[in-house]
């Protein structure tokens, strides 16, 4: 495989092989396309849980709160009215 880099990204792969983190290119492109594909996933967790939240708020099951202090008693389970 042969991949092309803008100068300005080159030069971001070898100041990092150049900390001495990484060994070689080969391996900041694998580290950054880990993080990528991880980033991926938390990004797909986070659209289900909001469509979840946008379909409950919707049909009206939600816990109006007017303080801080009420969110905090109504994550811990406490009666605050």
Request: aromatic letters at 6%; charged letters at 30%.
């Amino acid at each position: 495989m042969n991949i092309s880099l803008t100068p300005e990204l080159e030069s971001a792969v070898k100041k990092k092989v150049d900390s001495g983190l990484y060994n070689n290119a080969s391996e900041v492109i694998r580290e950054a396309l880990r993080l990528s594909i991880k980033q991926d996933h938390e990004n797909e967790w986070l659209t289900r849980e909001a469509a979840i939240g946008f379909a409950q708020l919707e049909a009206g099951e939600f816990t109006a709160v007017d303080s801080k202090t009420e969110f905090k008693q109504l994550i811990r389970g406490e009666n605050s009215k």
